[in-house]
Each structure stands twice: as structure tokens, then as C-alpha cells.
């Protein structure tokens, strides 16, 4: 079974619409980390945001926005008033206490596509 | 300053050939990592390096040879590699090993096997 998953493969918005980008990850660890990063068409990974499973308070920087949801194992991303320098890749990741050193779980990733 | 820098940006090689992707961070980490990232898909772990020394391989073949000549050096050595190995390859690094690291990426470098 999957232990991230981004269930949307592509989404496809026109500029100014907000957009929520869903993860939602299964883990037995009480102790755990969710990243976000983004990856432009570039290659290069972008890290956004880290959340750790004791802290649920949602996370606004500027246009982004995270929703972390333990009852319900997602931590969502929205990105309000989208802009076509947001089109990427987006990834959720996890890393679990149990898991080995370093070992970022991705879920398989979004590519949002921004039109003008 | 958040920078990993990765050299070169492009490769293309035969598959009898010997060449070596380099990384360089200058920020004080002391674990770095290897990815091997296929089209379309997440990047997938191949080394870790905690405190210059080898701390995970995953089960990744011995055409790939990683070194760490030094804290803020991480090379990948490449030797006899076969098409399928054609990828993007991308360098890591965070503070520290461990689960609540956040790991700061590179450009990464394009590798074409031929």
C-alpha cells in the first residue's frame, strides 16, 4: 500500500483560481514529519514547508496554504490566486521514526499547469 | 543560504565510458544524499552519507560508486552504466541525519545513457 498518496496525477487551472493539492499518508508512528516541495520544470526540488505530527496548526506563507489533518491522515496545499510561475510538480513526503535514515517517502507527485 | 550545487548539468555517455557526477554544499551539513529520479516519477533514495561516511545504500548496483572526500563533497562515480540508468540525478543535504530533517535539493544532473 502506498504511504503517500496524491491522488490527483494533474490538474489544470487558469490563472487567479485557487487550487487544493491532497496528500494523505498512512504511517503507524506517532513521531513523524510531512514535507512539501515543489519541482519546476528545471529538475531542481524546492522545499516548502515541514510539518511534524504534533503540531497541527495550519500553515499560511503568503499565497500557500497548509490544512494538516491527523483525523484524517492529509495535509493538503492550497495555493491561492494561482500565477503560471506555480506551475510544477508538486510532492508530499513523510518521514517515520521507524523508517531508515534519510528516507523521504514521496507520494507520486501532482503536475499543476497554470494558464494565463 | 540554502544552495547545493550539482556539476554537470547535462551528461550523455557510452556505456563503456567512466565519468562522475559531483555535489557541493557549503552549508555546514552533515549528511548528504543521492537520488536517482526517473520521468514522471518521485525521486527514489540511493545513498545516504552521515558525517562523510556511508550510512545507506539501497541495494543500488556497484556501477554507481558514491565518495565523500569531505563534508561538503559528495561525488558519484559512474562507471560501465546502462540505458536504463538514464535519469535525473539529484543531490541532497540536511543538517543532520535523521527523520525531522528537512533536505535541501540541487539542480540535479540530467544523465543520458547511450
Known amino acids: 500500500a502506498q504511504k503517500v498518496t496524491q491522488a490527483q496525477t494533474e490538474i489544470s487551472v487558469v490563472e487567479k483560481e485557487d487550487v487544493t493539492l491532497d496528500c494523505v499518508y498512512e504511517t503507524r508512528d506517532t513521531t513523524y514529519y510531512l514535507f512539501w516541495y515543489k519541482q519546476p520544470p528545471s529538475g531542481e526540488l524546492v522545499f516548502l514547508i515541514r510539518?511534524?505530527?504534533?503540531?497541527?496548526q495550519n500553515e499560511i506563507s503568503g499565497r500557500y496554504s497548509w490544512n494538516f489533518q491527523k483525523s484524517t491522515s492529509s495535509f493538503n496545499f492550497t495555493i491561492t490566486a494561482s500565477q503560471v510561475v506555480d506551475s510544477a510538480v508538486y510532492f508530499c513526503?513523510?518521514?517515520?521514526?521507524?523508517?531508515?535514515?534519510?528516507?523521504?517517502?514521496f507520494g507520486k507527485g501532482t503536475k499543476l499547469s497554470v494558464k494565463p | 543560504d540554502t544552495e547545493v550545487t550539482q556539476t554537470p548539468k547535462h551528461l550523455v555517455m557510452g556505456m563503456t565510458n567512466k565519468k562522475s557526477l559531483k555535489c557541493e554544499q557549503h552549508m555546514g551539513h552533515r549528511a548528504m544524499y543521492w537520488y536517482k529520479q526517473k520521468a514522471k516519477k518521485p525521486p527514489e533514495l540511493m545513498f545516504v552519507?552521515?558525517?562523510?561516511?556511508?550510512?545507506i545504500n539501497e541495494s543500488v548496483p556497484s556501477r554507481f560508486s558514491p565518495e565523500c572526500p569531505n563534508s561538503s563533497l559528495l561525488n558519484l562515480h559512474l562507471h560501465a552504466l546502462q540505458p536504463e540508468d538514464s535519469a535525473l540525478y539529484l543531490c541532497?543535504?540536511?543538517?543532520?541525519?535523521?527523520?525531522?530533517?528537512?533536505?535541501?535539493f540541487g539542480p540535479g544532473t540530467r544523465l543520458l545513457v547511450l
Open positions: 541532497a543535504s540536511s543538517q543532520d541525519p535523521g527523520l525531522s530533517e528537512t533536505q535541501y
Open positions: 513526503a513523510l518521514s517515520e521514526a521507524t523508517g531508515s535514515q534519510g528516507n523521504l517517502i
Open positions: 510539518r511534524n505530527s504534533f503540531d497541527e
Open positions: 552519507y552521515s558525517y562523510e561516511k556511508l550510512s
